[in-house]
């Protein structure tokens, strides 16, 4: 099993473990040159095997595509408009999620998710999953600069040079987003 292999199939159980995908939600990629490898449609993020990742060409479309996520568009459309990206996690984190229908941005304020994510776009589109409206969004978000993103009544896409840095990213905005949450509640109770 190559490396690349390795790293989508450790990251998919920590995001599970984590409670930051549904049993089958969520999905994950590596680029590799023109390729990239991505996990398959329908598979369970936490329980990935070998056989659960397809490698496909990032530049054309084949018959293969079909076996791929669902959000095989937005991963292409990711690498295709931002060269310095290597990985893209995809993921259903239940707190930031519920505050994407709330806020228009998401702004921590807890000092790791100042100083990991400071802000974060919420990003509304009319067809939230594996449309290219969609890929053209949350690319275009990428190229301003954000680590992360919220897509409304979806979950969130964060990228990085390295699949452990766009995990980090997730993890830290569900991290920031539960403070922030909390904060919320509290502070509501003493009014």
Known sequence: ???????????GRVLHE??????????????????LYITK????AGFLTEEDIIKLPIYKE??????ASIELIVHRQIYKDNPSINAVVHAHPITA?????FLREFIPMDIEG??????????????PSASLELAIGVSKLFQEGYKICIV????????????NEALKYTSTLEN????????????????
């Open 97 to 101: 999620t519920a505050l994407g229908y």
């Open 176 to 191: 920031s987003a539960e403070i922030f949450y909390k904060w919320m509640s509290l502070k509501k109770m003493q009014s």
């Open 41 to 44: 449609t329908g598979r369970m």
């Open 1 to 11: 099993m190559n490396d690349i292999i390795q790293q989508i199939i450790f990251t």
């Open 152 to 163: 409304k009544n979806h979950g969130s896409f964060s990228i990085g040079k390295t699949i």
């Open 114 to 127: 100042e100083l990991f994510i400071k802000k974060v776009p919420i990003l509304e589109v009319e067809k």
């Open 18 to 35: 984590l409670k930051l995908v549904s049993s089958h939600g969520g999905n994950l990629s590596i680029k590799d040159g023109e390729y």
């Open 62 to 67: 084949t018959e293969q595509d079909k076996e």
